[in-house]
């Protein structure tokens, strides 16, 4: 479990800079953020090294060879016909429920059912309530409606809401009339799972008729297979190879949450690997290991990865065999959430959009001549998602200075890789700070701070991550020296003046 809260960095990314509530004048709108200045570079340096990763520079794949990954752009709307070819119009549902009395609306599979020890009463909790919680609830609940209650009354956990309805009918003996909601004390007042389809829709052209509507794709991957005749016929490309995309993806989540762990917009970045069918497992395994050597890079602590063989039945549609990396996020209490998916699509895709284009999809081995439809790996991950296990892992507690705490954000990372701080605003300190900053900045995203105390200066840079501080007082002026100071450690030393580009090159490079 980890020890941040989530109050706490919500609030610090509002504080300075990193993400603030969409249209937050007319009261925030539910399930969209806003990146500000430094969450957007926060997120840039996340999108940048996955491309430099990717696409730039891919790995040298399981045979000693190099792998070959192209990128694309494509249009966030596309023709309909191609999201009912993918199974998206049709069926990208979720399990809704509604609370007849708080007028809240949850994901059917996302609460968890327990039963009170002995009794017919059933509650429904969100999956992150705590034990704590739950009793104190349940406890409530029986003196509210002056049932008796002994403290020995204990619960356990029977399921999910959603696996309780099959089709219509209750299963078993439980009595819908039983049931708890999240949010009241008042039996029966949960509806029964109703599917709710996720895509956003809106209407191209003039006319707002059916024959106009369109959609907002759900994943980003869509774009990459309704291309991939494209880039085989415009690229060099060979079995297998590689496509990726990062870019938005739009859902209407039933319930948006966590912040921007389950927004309605959204970044992903995604690479579909295209692999004769006899290869996937290599591929699989290949991608599986791949990804979590980008994790670790960019500083997630991999203790803090759990990684999950996706059982039969609560896999998306399109795939054979899933494995979710799944990140202990500060609001996952004891478990963890998912960050990351790898998933074998099989041909799913192409095929279909072959049977419903009448376009062949099909790769002709240039050497065997054997015709076929490729099998896909597809490691996909949330980018904004990215952004929160990178805010989540580098939020450090430390009450012995005056911010409370520092992001431990890699350098890599950061988004000020230093910051130049004259000591006083005066006495040619800031003249010598413009001098040193205006050299930096040809090569680093650095700031420049002038104004306020020099304790309020770091404490602001520790919050923002800022590795390293250099600092001008009236010594840099006669001995050419100024003071660097690390933000993990708080050490400081001085080095000369001149050396402090050669210094912070080699710090990053680390
Ligand atoms: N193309 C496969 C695909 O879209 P997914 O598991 O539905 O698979 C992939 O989504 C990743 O996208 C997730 O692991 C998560 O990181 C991110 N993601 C999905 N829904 C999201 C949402 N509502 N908000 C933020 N990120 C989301």
């Not at 395994?285 to 670790?296: A, H, I």
């Not at 500060?330 to 095929?351: M, Q």
């Not at 002709?364 to 490729?374: K, M």
Request: hydrophobic letters at 35%; one cysteine or more; aromatic letters at 12%.
């Amino acid at each position: 479990m980890t020890n941040v809260d989530m109050k706490d960095l919500v609030a610090l990314c509002k504080r300075r800079g990193f993400i603030f509530p969409a249209s937050e004048i007319y009261g925030g709108i539910n399930g969209f953020w806003d990146f500000g200045p430094l969450g957007t570079e926060l997120k840039n340096n996340l999108r940048d090294m996955w491309w430099k990763w990717m696409v730039t520079t891919p790995p040298i794949g399981p045979d000693g060879e190099p792998v070959q990954i192209v990128g694309l752009d494509t249009a966030i709307i596309q023709n309909p016909k191609a999201w009912e070819a993918s199974g998206h119009v049709g069926g990208f549902n979720d399990p809704m429920v509604d609370c007849k009395e708080s007028k809240k609306r949850y994901r059917a599979d996302h609460m968890n059912v327990y039963q009170a020890d002995g009794s017919e009463y059933y509650f429904a909790f969100d999956k992150d309530a705590s034990t704590e919680n739950i009793l104190k609830k349940v406890e409530k609940f029986y003196k509210k409606n002056k049932i008796e209650y002994s403290q020995d009354i204990g619960v356990h956990k029977t399921g999910t809401y959603d696996k309780y309805f099959d089709g219509d009918e209750v299963v078993g003996q439980t009595d819908i009339a039983n049931f708890i909601a999240p949010d009241t004390y008042t039996s029966g007042t949960l509806t029964e799972p109703r599917q709710f389809n996720m895509m956003f829709h809106s209407f191209a052209g003039a006319a707002a008729g059916e024959e106009n509507k369109v959609y907002l794709r759900p994943e980003t991957c869509g774009g990459i297979f309704l291309n991939f005749k494209n880039v085989m016929d415009s690229s060099r490309v060979k079995m297998p190879f590689g496509i990726a995309q990062i870019g938005k993806a739009f859902r209407n989540e039933v319930t948006p949450r966590n912040f921007i762990f389950r927004s309605r917009e959204f970044e992903q970045m995604e690479l579909e690997w295209f692999c004769h069918e006899d290869d996937v497992p290599k591929w699989f395994d290949f991608w599986v290991e791949q990804r979590k050597k980008f994790w670790d890079f960019v500083g997630i602590d991999l203790n803090k990865i759990h990684f999950l063989d996706v059982p039969d039945g609560d896999r998306a549609h399109y795939s054979q065999k899933t494995t979710d990396f799944e990140y202990q996020f500060p609001f996952s209490g004891d478990g963890y959430d998912e960050l990351e998916g790898v998933a074998h699509r099989g041909n799913y895709d192409l095929t279909k959009h072959q049977e419903h284009s009448g376009v062949k999809q099909q790769y002709i081995d240039p050497v065997t001549n054997e015709r076929y439809i490729p099998h896909v790996i597809e490691p996909s991950c949330g980018l904004t998602r990215g952004v929160l296990a990178l805010l989540s892992e580098a939020y450090v507690i430390d009450e012995n200075r005056p911010s409370g705490g520092y992001m431990n954000f890699k350098p890599s990372m950061a988004p000020k890789k230093a910051a130049i701080l004259p000591l006083v605003a005066k006495d040619g300190m800031p003249e010598a700070a413009t001098k040193l900053y205006m050299e930096l900045r040809e090569h680093f995203a650095v700031d420049l701070d002038i104004k306020q105390n020099i304790g309020k200066r770091y404490a602001r840079q520790d919050e923002i991550g800022t590795p390293y501080c250099f600092t001008i007082d009236g010594d840099t002026l006669t001995d050419g020296t100024v003071t660097v100071r690390e933000r993990n450690t708080m050490s400081q030393e001085r080095i000369p003046l001149d050396q402090v580009l050669l210094y912070l090159r080699e710090k990053l490079a680390l």
